[in-house]
């Protein structure tokens, strides 16, 4: 099986580009170098297309011929360790790893608790400002004097996850291609600024149908086109940086683990978190040993089974804060290949996903971060 891939924090990850975009707007946040170095600009656009992993751009540039051009000359970045949605986005929105934001997977133990917070859909018994306190990229660069606005579906205006990662941005609701084309046209045209966009889609049609169907390669001509005419649209003055979240992989029914089914990767585990492709084990008391040396049994090569100091030592998260400690199971299973680890009692929505992401491997953590 292929190497994982290490995320490559500092240098050139989804948490160095907002700062990066800082520095070309002549506003630097820090002083840490990186490999990330952006054209000055009066205005940035940074673009996110939830699920476009750079592995699955090059394999099917065809259907995406403006970005694939971006491509040329351009280096792969990384996501960060989960490589999944809110992890991304907020590691985007901080500029931090996941060990520094917190928001260390799909879904993870609220501490003190037997309870899961899932990052998407939170919890209103969670509020994000303590769950995720420091300040995000968007407020520093506005209280530096930046014009900073969001465009971004209606439904995800103040929710936790949106305040948890992008909190200093003015939000503009946008639910159609067309009208987020507009808002952003206009956030653009003042100077300095920097205005985020997202897209969703392409992340929902993997998830539903797999980056193998032509549903998917549909959507990504689609993406490909908004983008194109997003650059189309904005001044020349204004520099537009397209980026993923993470990518995708799809896990066919033979390589698929339900741990209802193998009943002994239950047992010393009191709460199972995270998602099929990078599981949390929150272990009962004095078990961790003998629950590592079960999953590395039944799995053996197809997944690292670790326990949480083990993964923080890799740097997998960055620096761990205290507070976010306790958050990270005590094992952690990281899948290689195309193997899931499911939960038919606990999450039985997973099961019906074709598509999936949150490990290491290349064709997961491999993100486009592309300058037009």
């Not at 990850?13 to 600009?41: C, F, H, I, W």
């Amino acid at each position: 099986m292929s190497a994982f891939t290490v995320p490559a924090y500092g240098k050139r990850s989804l948490a160095d580009v907002l700062p990066a975009v800082g520095r070309a707007l002549g506003v630097p946040l820090q002083a840490a170098a990186t490999d990330l170095e952006l054209p000055e600009a009066d205005s940035y656009v940074v673009f996110l297309v939830d699920g476009m992993g750079s592995e699955l751009l090059k394999r099917h540039g065809h259907a995406a011929p403006y970005l694939s051009a971006l491509m040329e000359g351009s280096a792969a970045g990384t996501a960060g360790v989960p490589s999944t949605t809110a992890t991304s986005l907020t590691s985007l929105g901080t500029g931090l790893p996941p060990g520094g934001h917190g928001l260390v997977g799909y879904t993870a133990r609220i501490p003190g608790t037997d309870r899961l917070l899932n990052h998407l859909q939170w919890d209103k018994q969670v509020d994000p400002l303590e769950w995720q306190p420091n300040p995000t990229v968007f407020a520093r660069l506005a209280a530096a004097g930046v014009d900073v606005t969001s465009v971004n579906k209606r439904d995800f205006h103040g929710t936790g996850l949106t305040l948890a990662s992008q909190r200093g941005a003015v939000y503009v609701g946008a639910d159609r291609v067309g009208e987020r084309i507009a808002g952003v046209v206009k956030a653009a045209a003042t100077s300095p600024s920097l205005t985020y966009v997202y897209d969703s889609d392409l992340d929902w049609t993997g998830h539903k149908f797999g980056v193998a169907s032509t549903q998917w390669l549909q959507q990504l001509a689609m993406v490909d086109a908004q983008a194109e005419h997003l650059r189309e649209s904005l001044p020349d003055s204004t520099r537009l940086v397209v980026v993923a979240d993470h990518g995708m992989i799809d896990s066919p029914d033979h390589e698929r683990i339900d741990v209802d089914e193998r009943l002994e990767l239950r047992d010393g585990v009191a709460l199972l978190g995270g998602e099929a492709r990078f599981r949390h084990l929150y272990c009962s008391a004095g078990a961790v040993d003998d629950v590592v040396a079960t999953w590395r049994s039944v799995l053996g090569e197809r997944a690292d089974v670790l326990t949480r100091e083990e993964v923080v030592a890799r740097g997998w998260l960055g620096d761990v804060s205290p507070g976010v400690g306790p958050r990270l199971g005590d094992v952690m299973v990281a899948c290689r290949g195309e193997t899931a680890i499911f939960s038919s009692a606990d999450f039985p929505y997973e099961r019906t996903l074709v598509g999936l992401h949150g490990s290491l491997t290349p064709a997961e953590m491999l993100i486009p971060i592309l300058v037009g």
